[in-house]
C-alpha cells in the first residue's frame, strides 16, 4: 500500500509564488509515475504536471513556464513549484502515483491518491 501526504497548500496573492510538496511512504518505488493534479469547484478533475518513472516530465498548456514538477527519489518525495500564480489556479491540489513507468495514457486513472490541498489566489 502507498499512503500519499501533500503539504505547501495555502493562500496566496496573483503573482506570487507556492511549492507543494507530497510525502510518500509504503512500497513505492522510483520507477513509479508521479503526477500533480487538480479541480476546482464545478469543474473536473485535471492533470497539472507528470512525472514519469523515466523522469521524463510533462505539463498542461496553461502552466507551462510557470511550474515545475520534481522528485527527490532518496526521500520519496514529490514537489510542485508554481510561479507567476493567477487566480485561474485556485484548486485542490492532488498528488498521485501509479505502479508503471508511464502513466501519460491513463487520465486521471492512477492507483493511489493524497487527500489533497487547497491553493487560492487572490487578485
Known amino acids: 500500500q502507498v499512503r500519499l501526504v501533500e503539504s505547501g497548500g495555502g493562500s496566496v496573492q496573483s503573482g506570487g509564488s507556492l511549492r507543494l510538496s507530497c510525502e510518500a511512504s509504503g512500497s513505492i518505488y522510483a520507477y513509479y509515475c508521479m503526477g500533480w493534479f487538480r479541480q476546482a469547484p464545478g469543474k473536473e478533475r485535471e492533470r497539472v504536471a507528470r512525472?514519469?518513472?523515466?523522469?521524463?516530465?510533462s505539463y498542461v498548456d496553461s502552466v507551462k513556464g510557470r511550474f515545475t514538477i520534481y522528485r527527490d527519489n532518496a526521500k520519496n518525495t514529490l514537489s510542485l513549484e508554481m510561479n507567476s500564480l493567477t487566480s485561474e489556479d485556485t484548486a485542490m491540489y492532488y498528488c498521485?502515483?501509479?505502479?508503471?513507468?508511464?502513466?501519460?495514457?491513463?487520465?486521471?486513472?492512477?492507483?493511489?491518491w493524497g487527500q489533497g490541498i487547497q491553493v487560492t489566489v487572490s487578485s
Open positions: 498521485a502515483a501509479h505502479p508503471a513507468v508511464f502513466c501519460g495514457g491513463l487520465g486521471t486513472n492512477l492507483r493511489y
Open positions: 512525472i514519469d518513472g523515466d523522469n521524463s516530465t
